[in-house]
C-alpha cells in the first residue's frame, strides 16, 4: 500500500522532523547548512527509485491511496484497499479500525507557516513528477 500526499505538505512535514530529531542524532550543535536541499533530495531519491520500480509490482499486490482520501474517510479507503490486495476478511477489522479512528478525534496536526514562493518553485522543480502523477497543484 502506498499513501502520497500533496508535496508541499510533504515538504514542510519533513523539514520539521528533520529541525526536529537532527539534535538528538549529531554530535554537533550546528544546523545543516542546506536543510532545504536535504528535503528536496531524499525525497527525490525515494521516489525516483519508487517511480522506477512501482511498474514492477504485480497488480494485485500494489494499492495506492490518497493521504487526504484516507484522512477523510478512513474506513471506505481501507474496505478499497482491502478488495483491491485481495485481503481477507474485512469485516472482522472494520469495527477495532472504526474504535481507532474514533480515538483519533480531537488529533490536530502540524500547522506551518506559508511556503515561501521561491521555495515552492524549487518544490515544483524538483518534484514535478509527483505532482504530474498525483494531480497535485504546483
Request: proline letters at 7%; a neutral charge; hydrophobic letters at 35%.
Amino acid at each position: 500500500m502506498h499513501i502520497h500526499r500533496d508535496p508541499y505538505a510533504v515538504y514542510q512535514s519533513n523539514r520539521h522532523l528533520i529541525e526536529q530529531i537532527l539534535p538528538y542524532y549529531q554530535l554537533q550543535s550546528e544546523k545543516p547548512t542546506d536543510l532545504q536541499g536535504l528535503v528536496l533530495r531524499r525525497y527525490s531519491t525515494i521516489h525516483d527509485a519508487f517511480f522506477d520500480q512501482q511498474p514492477r509490482i504485480p497488480k494485485q499486490q500494489f494499492s495506492e491511496v490518497a493521504f487526504d482520501d484516507l484522512e477523510s474517510e478512513p474506513l471506505i479507503q481501507m474496505r478499497r484497499i482491502y478488495e483491491e490486495l485481495a485481503l481477507p476478511d474485512f469485516a472482522s477489522v472494520e469495527r477495532p479500525l472504526a474504535r481507532y479512528v474514533a480515538s483519533l478525534k480531537g488529533y490536530s496536526k502540524n500547522r506551518f507557516p506559508a511556503i515561501d514562493e521561491s521555495v515552492r518553485a524549487r518544490i515544483a522543480q524538483a518534484w514535478k513528477p509527483s505532482f504530474d502523477r498525483w494531480g497535485y497543484e504546483t
